[in-house]
């Protein structure tokens, strides 16, 4: 089953020398979970200043810069993972380096029909 692991944090938690080394820990880690078969996909997110948030009410589209909503953490990134269960997820994003000071939220993904999806 697929898992979406976000990763949520203060942003300004880190300074620039500890995002590389964050950078290049979660490398690490997908490399290792690709080797073991669980690597889907992963990729952190630009500042939640370059957000832009879109709604469409009554029909109207609105279109708004910054995040969903203002919160003490944000999203900061992402692990997508192929994993047995829910303890197996688990047991993978407390291998994410932001866990040791954030966030990671973990969600299974809802898979659509095959016929839904463009081939």
Not at 74 to 93: H, K, P, R, T
């Amino acid at each position: 089953m697929r898992y979406m692991l976000l990763i949520y944090a203060d942003e300004q938690i880190l300074s620039q020398d500890e995002r590389e080394a964050c950078y290049q820990k979660s490398a690490q880690l997908a490399r290792d979970l690709d080797s073991a078969g669980h690597f889907i996909s992963t990729a952190p997110l630009q500042s939640v200043s370059m957000a832009t948030s879109v709604r469409v009410r009554e029909g109207k589209r609105v279109v708004t810069d910054g995040p969903f909503a203002e919160t003490r953490e944000q999203l900061g990134g992402y692990f997508m993972v192929d994993a047995e269960n829910l303890d197996e997820a688990i047991a993978i994003a407390s291998r994410i380096p932001g866990a040791g000071w954030g966030t990671v939220e973990v969600r299974p993904v809802s898979e659509l029909p095959k016929d839904m999806l463009p081939e």
